[in-house]
């Protein structure tokens, strides 16, 4: 199963910023109002490749709470068609499994809100955050060699998901919601399969405010088609990457370089980009294995591909998600193709920060971060 990244903890420090577009027809027309709310989770974890056989039969148990903000002024629902919630969910999970032990996660939502009559909403949401886990891979213990899905006690959380709220009274909400989970670490260490699990939630929402959302016509003008398209620059830096050759004797500890970029903006919340991205890395032979198969294709220091693909512009955050194809010799157990993904956060109307994941196929490559200058 392909690794889905968004590995984003550190942007938490950007709380409830996300509805701050950075244009001129976007200004805030009301306050958003505070929502709180209780939620529970049982599901069970996808099998996803035989080293994880050992979990299976897993069924995750959680249950959490939520503190977050909602908006329902005419400004932000001319921009995307919905009330956006934002805000952060603090969960517990157990597992039903002593190989993978137990899981704490805070994690940073964003959940655009559709009403569909007086008493029903549809919402979808995406969370991204940080978990910590009692029980990862350890080679001392008889149990724990057997979590091949984790190795390191903290590690990148990710979460996506649809669902339904039902009005209950004035202030009470239920929603009902399906969730896909994903925990891993990029290939910092490993052993790294990823751990990916589905539950079935129900959250209890409370709203001070009152939860009815207002009812709004949507405006049906285009301003996005008036736009050029947008060229950036940027660099990236990968402080420490993966396990490399059949014996993973070698660790490689860094990868730098640029890219260059463009984009353009095709809808409220959507965006194309294609572009060249150009790396040094630090690959050697194994020094445990130096004739190992895997090194057979030797290649040059510097890797570049192009790519091309879709982002999610949603206010001050941009999410994308790519294909690329290498354009320079390559490892051979590298594919052809990668994809990557990637968030970034505008800091003004010219400078973004943010990170990528590049992965081939199910298997993470690396977590670089990126500083990028919009032309």
């Not at 529970?40 to 503190?67: L, M, N, Q, R, T």
């Not at 463009?262 to 032979?285: M, P, S, W, Y």
């Amino acid at each position: 199963m392909n690794k889905l990244i968004t590995l984003a903890f550190l942007f938490l420090f950007f709380y409830m910023q996300s509805n701050a577009q950075l244009t001129d027809e976007y200004k805030k027309s009301a306050p958003s109002s505070w929502v709180y709310a209780l939620r529970s989770d049982y599901g069970s974890v996808i099998v996803h490749s035989p080293s994880v056989k050992p979990i299976a039969g897993a069924k995750p148990f959680g249950f959490g709470f939520e503190i977050s903000k909602q908006a329902t002024d005419s400004a932000t629902y001319h921009l995307c068609s919905a009330f956006p919630r934002v805000g952060f969910q603090f969960e517990y999970f157990h597992y039903g499994t002593p190989i993978l032990g137990n899981t704490g996660t805070i994690s940073y939502f964003i959940q655009p809100v559709y009403r569909l009559n007086n008493r029903i909403n549809f919402f979808y949401r995406g969370a991204f955050g940080l978990c910590y886990s009692d029980n990862p891979f350890n080679p001392n213990s008889p149990i724990d060699t057997l979590n091949q899905n984790f190795s390191l006690r903290y590690n990148p959380y990710l979460q996506v998901g649809a669902g339904f709220g039902f009005k209950v009274s004035k202030h009470f909400s239920l929603d009902v919601s399906g969730t896909f989970d994903h925990i891993s670490n990029g290939n910092i260490k490993r052993p790294n399969r990823g751990l990916n699990w589905t539950t079935a939630s129900l959250a209890l929402v409370y709203k001070p405010d009152g939860n009815d959302l207002p009812r709004l016509r949507r405006v049906h003008d285009k301003f996005w088609k008036s736009r050029s398209w947008e060229y950036r620059t940027g660099a990236l830096y990968v402080f420490k990457q993966d396990y490399a050759g059949t014996s993973m004797g070698y660790q490689r500890m860094f990868a730098a370089g640029g890219f260059v970029e463009a984009a353009k903006q095709i809808g409220r919340i959507h965006g194309i980009v294609t572009g060249l991205q150009v790396f040094h890395n630090e690959f050697k032979d194994d020094p445990q294995n130096p004739d190992a198969p895997v090194w057979k294709n030797k290649h040059s220091s510097v890797l570049a591909g192009i790519y091309g693909g879709h982002e999610f512009l949603m206010g001050r955050f941009i999410f994308s998600q790519v294909i690329g194809l290498y354009v320079t010799p390559h490892p051979n157990f590298y594919t052809n193709l990668f994809h990557q993904h990637s968030l970034r956060y505008l800091i003004d109307k010219k400078w973004q920060i943010g990170f990528a994941l590049r992965a081939h196929q199910s298997d993470a490559d690396f977590i670089c971060w990126n500083v990028i200058c919009k032309w």
